[in-house]
């Protein structure tokens, strides 16, 4: 047939620690794959899953195995295995990925508790985001691409103060204490995952402001960001800064893109990952006009645009998006359009090889 059986559905994983932009970053995902985002099939209005007419987005949360009081009980944290059914969540990533709808959980964030399942049928594209999407060996075999968000634990703090504290009335000490809570489960279960990523955004406290005195309330809102990108992975090729394979220093700043302190620095640079070749882009500082952006984008290569300027189109769209004015923002969009390209060469091999795509 050629229904999504025969086409199969392309799975990418998102990892990150909760707070890390996972959000933020599908919504500029599924903004740059088009289509409008319709509700999910069941009408369960506490369902965490997104589903457009390009992309299904699916919240590894739902295959906790443990509800809250589980939780509670066994002592262990959402972010240990032992808290998510893997079984689970492989069989119905390997039903999706072979053309069959699956009956999923829906956890519910707001009483802690599993709810009724919701319909998912095979999509174009699905992606999975959460704490472990890079976690179990199975899955991770069912991965077309994987991405990591790793934000560094200044930056995460700082994020968490902005947030929690200014939004939420949480005290500094009671941020402080749930961070360090998570910390050693995190770095058994979740940082781990980032060797396996094909292109990891790590967010780091800005090099552009001397660090002489304890105040970083500077750093907060400066960031100094890295697009990994692994090299020799099928259909994505890493974007670039003047001259492939290159390493370049550029600040920008000048006649076409307006500075105020402490300014933008841009670096693109050859580097080993884990052991693995690697290419990486870095933006330190932020935009003051988005607009400008395009002094930026032009400079690129390998950005998997459609028409000129779409880079810059996406930011200055969702300009009210955290991190729009800096690196998170700007990789954030470059990783959604390497998506949609990936996809799309996918899409076309499949149609040049219809052999293969009746075996895949
Ligand atoms: P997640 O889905 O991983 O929990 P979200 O995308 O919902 O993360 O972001 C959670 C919060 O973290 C945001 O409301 C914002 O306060 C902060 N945040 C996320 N990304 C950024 C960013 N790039 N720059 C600044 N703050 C950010």
Same mark, same amino acid.
């Given at each position: 047939?050629?229904?999504?059986?025969?086409?199969?559905?392309?799975?990418?994983?998102?990892?990150?620690?909760?707070?890390?932009?996972?959000?933020?970053?599908?919504?500029?995902?599924?903004?740059?794959?088009?289509?409008?985002?319709?509700?999910?099939?069941?009408?369960?209005?506490?369902?965490?899953?997104?589903?457009?007419?390009?992309?299904?987005?699916?919240?590894?949360?739902?295959?906790?195995?443990?509800?809250?009081?589980?939780?509670?009980?066994?002592?262990?944290?959402?972010?240990?295995?032992?808290?998510?059914?893997?079984?689970?969540?492989?069989?119905?990533?390997?039903?999706?990925?072979?053309?069959?709808?699956?009956?999923?959980?829906?956890?519910?964030?707001?009483?802690?508790?599993?709810?009724?399942?919701?319909?998912?049928?095979?999509?174009?594209?699905?992606?999975?985001?959460?704490?472990?999407?890079?976690?179990?060996?199975?899955?991770?075999?069912?991965?077309?691409?994987?991405?990591?968000?790793?934000?560094?634990?200044?930056?995460?703090?700082?994020?968490?103060?902005?947030?929690?504290?200014?939004?939420?009335?949480?005290?500094?000490?009671?941020?402080?204490?749930?961070?360090?809570?998570?910390?050693?489960?995190?770095?058994?279960?979740?940082?781990?995952?980032?060797?396996?990523?094909?292109?990891?955004?790590?967010?780091?406290?800005?090099?552009?402001?001397?660090?002489?005195?304890?105040?970083?309330?500077?750093?907060?809102?400066?960031?100094?960001?890295?697009?990994?990108?692994?090299?020799?992975?099928?259909?994505?090729?890493?974007?670039?800064?003047?001259?492939?394979?290159?390493?370049?220093?550029?600040?920008?700043?000048?006649?076409?893109?307006?500075?105020?302190?402490?300014?933008?620095?841009?670096?693109?640079?050859?580097?080993? !990952?884990?052991?693995?070749?690697?290419?990486?882009?870095?933006?330190?500082?932020?935009?003051?006009?988005?607009?400008?952006?395009?002094?930026?984008?032009?400079?690129?290569?390998?950005?998997?645009?459609? !028409?000129?300027?779409?880079?810059?189109?996406?930011?200055?769209?969702?300009?009210?998006?955290?991190?729009?004015?800096?690196?998170?923002?700007?990789?954030?969009?470059?990783?959604?359009?390497?998506?949609?390209?990936?996809?799309?060469?996918?899409?076309?091999?499949?149609?040049?090889?219809?052999?293969?795509?009746?075996?895949?």
């Amino acid at each position: 047939t050629c229904s999504a059986a025969g086409r199969g559905t392309v799975v990418i994983g998102l990892a990150a620690d909760s707070g890390c932009g996972k959000s933020t970053f599908m919504r500029r995902l599924t903004s740059v794959l088009g289509g409008e985002a319709v509700a999910p099939r069941g009408g369960n209005p506490d369902s965490n899953t997104l589903i457009s007419d390009a992309a299904t987005v699916v919240c590894l949360d739902d295959y906790h195995s443990l509800d809250r009081t589980g939780r509670k009980e066994k002592g262990v944290t959402a972010l240990h295995p032992r808290a998510n059914d893997f079984d689970l969540m492989y069989r119905q990533v390997k039903a999706i990925k072979e053309g069959r709808a699956v009956e999923k959980p829906i956890y519910n964030h707001a009483t802690g508790l599993l709810d009724r399942p919701e319909l998912i049928t095979p999509p174009k594209i699905l992606v999975l985001e959460g704490l472990h999407p890079m976690y179990d060996e199975r899955v991770r075999g069912l991965l077309d691409f994987s991405i990591y968000l790793d934000v560094s634990n200044e930056v995460k703090f700082a994020w968490k103060i902005q947030r929690d504290m200014a939004e939420r009335g949480h005290s500094l000490e009671s941020i402080k204490a749930s961070i360090e809570a998570r910390k050693p489960d995190f770095d058994a279960y979740i940082d781990p995952q980032k060797q396996h990523a094909d292109a990891v955004i790590e967010v780091l406290p800005t090099r552009l402001i001397p660090d002489d005195d304890d105040d970083d309330d500077d750093e907060g809102k400066v960031q100094r960001v890295k697009l990994i990108m692994k090299e020799g992975v099928k259909h994505f090729a890493p974007a670039y800064l003047f001259d492939e394979g290159s390493t370049i220093s550029w600040i920008p700043c000048g006649r076409k893109l307006s500075c105020s302190y402490p300014g933008i620095k841009f670096a693109y640079f050859p580097d080993t !990952y884990f052991g693995r070749e690697v290419s990486v882009l870095e933006m330190d500082g932020k935009f003051d006009k988005l607009d400008e952006v395009i002094y930026v984008e032009s400079h690129l290569r390998n950005l998997s645009t459609k !028409y000129y300027r779409e880079v810059t189109q996406q930011m200055l769209k969702h300009a009210d998006f955290p991190g729009s004015n800096n690196g998170t923002g700007l990789f954030q969009t470059i990783v959604g359009l390497k998506i949609r390209d990936l996809y799309e060469q996918i899409v076309a091999d499949r149609a040049a090889s219809p052999a293969l795509a009746a075996v895949a």
